[in-house]
């Protein structure tokens, strides 16, 4: 609900999260997607616009439709579960979203998770262009602990290279505690992710230094430049290298998924979601440190706050995620007019 405290601006539209998550559904089913899919995608970037995900909310809408209407992926994917293993379960998302496949394992995820206390999903030829915190917040919501791993599209110089092998390689993870929300991280195994690139293009800003280079090699600040031939630095120069390819091989190689590198959509002009695989690996921690796990988990964040940390892995979305479900969700008024153009059309 819309708090009379926060009045609406002129310059923007406030909407709750069912009346966002609607008008996105209808976005997506006009452009083509399954009831389901649409439904899916909805949510996923309505929650990213609730909790302040600004290079993940509906930021993201024109390249989900760009990729939709050029044939890069296919928004009516019905994704195909196999029961391979005691603890192993894989989707073929079958030239479709993620999500879609990611909802379609859940319930075998979980009862394979109950029976053998663990277990790992491997998702291939399927389409991430969202964040990862969605996916691995459910899992900690139920007392599990979450691991999930994506490569993207050729943009980042592996350490020591010179031209881009990985993807932004986003890596993420969520834990339960016991007095709190889940501690929830989520982060690119380059120095920033692609989506803010983009945010600093769109709004005339400068990169930080030491962040990514250009055609040649050099070291740029300009976003553009690398939107346009550059390309992104890993994080901690060797080591987040290395963590980088650790992800092409278990997000990629270990799923049946395509590298960073061998994503080529020259032939599908407008697309822009990657088309690559991803990995969860899920955990009852319970099977662990029974029935003490969370309890540990809130020992370590009190040791955290007494050192001096002000912000756990989660908290800005938290309060985010508070403050929309008590103001609203604003959007710049021309981007709610789009969408709701883009829902008719």
Same mark, same amino acid.
């Given at each position: ?21 609607? @008008? ?10 399954? &009831? ?84 790992? @999903? ?55 505690? @016991?007095?709190?929300? &889940? ?24 990169? &930080? ?129 789009? @969408? ?6």
């Amino acid at each position: 609900m819309t708090d009379p405290a926060h009045p609406q601006s002129e310059d923007t539209k406030v909407l709750d999260l069912a009346q966002l998550t609607d @008008l996105l559904e209808r976005v997506f089913l006009r452009a083509g997607a399954s &009831p389901d899919v649409a439904a899916i995608l909805a949510r996923n970037c309505a929650g990213c616009e609730r909790d302040g995900a600004a290079s993940h909310g509906i930021f993201r809408i024109p390249g989900y439709l760009s990729s939709i209407a050029s044939g890069w992926v296919d928004p009516r994917a019905q994704p195909r579960v196999e029961d391979i293993g005691a603890a192993m379960v894989r989707v073929d998302a079958m030239n479709g979203f993620a999500q879609p496949a990611l909802a379609a394992a859940r319930s075998l995820v979980l009862a394979k998770v109950r029976d053998a206390g663990a277990a790992v @999903l491997a998702i291939r030829n399927s389409h991430h262009f969202s964040a990862l915190w969605p996916d691995v917040e459910p899992f900690a919501d139920e007392g599990l602990l979450a691991i999930s791993m994506t490569n993207s599209f050729a943009c980042a110089v592996p350490h020591g290279a010179q031209s881009p092998v990985f993807g932004t390689n986003p890596i993420a993870y969520a834990a339960p505690r @016991l007095g709190g929300p &889940p501690l929830v991280a989520d982060l690119a195994t380059s120095s920033m992710s692609n989506g803010d690139v983009q945010i600093a293009a769109r709004e005339g800003r400068q990169l &930080p230094q030491g962040y990514a280079v250009d055609g040649e090699g050099r070291p740029t600040t300009d976003p553009q430049t690398v939107l346009d031939s550059g390309a992104l630095l890993t994080f901690g120069g060797h080591k987040g290298s290395a963590i980088s390819l650790m992800i092409e091989l278990l997000g990629a190689a270990l799923t049946g998924g395509q590298f960073s590198f061998e994503v080529d959509w020259s032939a599908y002009p407008g697309a822009q979601t990657p088309h690559t695989g991803q990995l969860f690996i899920v955990i009852d921690p319970d099977r662990g440190n029974p029935g003490n796990f969370a309890a540990r988990a809130e020992t370590l964040v009190e040791r955290l706050l007494d050192a001096g940390m002000s912000r756990l892995p989660g908290t800005r979305r938290y309060q985010q995620r508070e403050k929309s479900e008590r103001s609203g969700i604003a959007i710049p008024l021309a981007a709610y007019q789009r @969408l709701e153009q883009l829902a008719a059309d």
